[in-house]
């Protein structure tokens, strides 16, 4: 099957830094990847969708100027978390769209990165 | 209301044991429905689709009532690596996103 990959697969920092999670699709490209973030025993909760070419479209109550997307090819997106802070401590997770031939619309998960901040 | 409700466990059963799972979802514009398994600190893994007439995968098999917007999974003959969440998921017409329930714990004991 397809694989995504996420990077780096956990991060510890201090307030008010700010921390970048790659997500690449290793062998398809993906017009369309998602961003999750999962809190402690808590559903997995969309917070934006990226599009390659386009800007991100975010879901209610997540602030575009804190986590900043870029889609800027086929296979990689990437969220960046500015001016991280306790709060934004969680579990996020990337999936990617596959859309080739017959594979309409399968998504694939990455294995997530373990953000605490300090 | 949450877009897709899970029964709130945990399931602590025996080995061996027959286990089912509930789900239900608020959007009836909803298309597609998975069953994902998500073991500790690890992404979420598609376990299996639920279609109308519903599906078997060995000891596992889904079913989808539309008219009732409702989703189970029935886990027959339980195993110790059965010991997991299992998410109900939802999404809408093609790519979008999916929803996820907030997952059900399964703990399966010798």
């Known amino acids: 099957g397809a694989v995504v990959s996420q990077h780096p697969s956990w991060v510890i920092c201090k307030s008010g830094t700010s921390v970048k999670i790659e997500c690449r699709s290793l062998?398809?490209?993906?017009?369309?990847m998602f961003w999750y973030r999962q809190f402690p025993k808590q559903s997995l909760m969309l917070m934006a969708t990226?599009?390659?070419?386009?800007?991100?479209?975010?879901e209610q109550g997540v602030e575009k100027d804190k986590f900043l997307i870029n889609h800027a090819s086929l296979t990689l997106s990437t969220l960046t978390v500015t001016s991280a802070h306790p709060e934004d401590s969680s579990f996020y997770i990337c999936?990617?769209?596959?859309?080739?031939?017959?594979?309409?619309?399968?998504?694939?998960f990455g294995p997530g990165t373990r953000l605490t901040v300090l | 209301r949450k877009e897709v409700e899970q029964d709130p466990g945990p399931f602590n059963v025996p080995e061996g044991a027959t286990v089912a799972f509930n789900c239900t979802y608020s959007?009836?514009?909803?298309?597609?429905f998975f069953w994902y398994r998500q073991d500790c600190r690890k992404e979420p893994k598609l376990l299996m689709s639920?279609?109308?007439s519903g599906n078997e995968d060995g000891r596992f098999t889904a079913q989808l009532n539309r008219a009732s917007q409702y989703i189970s999974l029935l886990i027959r003959d339980s195993k110790l690596s059965d010991s997991a969440t299992y998410l109900c998921?939802?999404?809408?017409?093609?790519?979008?996103?999916?929803?996820f329930g907030k997952g059900t714990t399964l703990s399966v004991s010798s």
């Open positions: 999936s990617a769209r596959d859309n080739r031939g017959h594979l309409t619309d399968t998504q694939y």
């Open positions: 062998d398809f490209q993906a017009t369309t």
């Open positions: 990226s599009n390659e070419g386009s800007k991100a479209t975010y």
């Open positions: 959007n009836s514009a909803s298309q597609s």
């Open positions: 639920v279609y109308s």
């Open positions: 998921v939802v999404k809408g017409q093609a790519g979008t996103a999916l929803i």
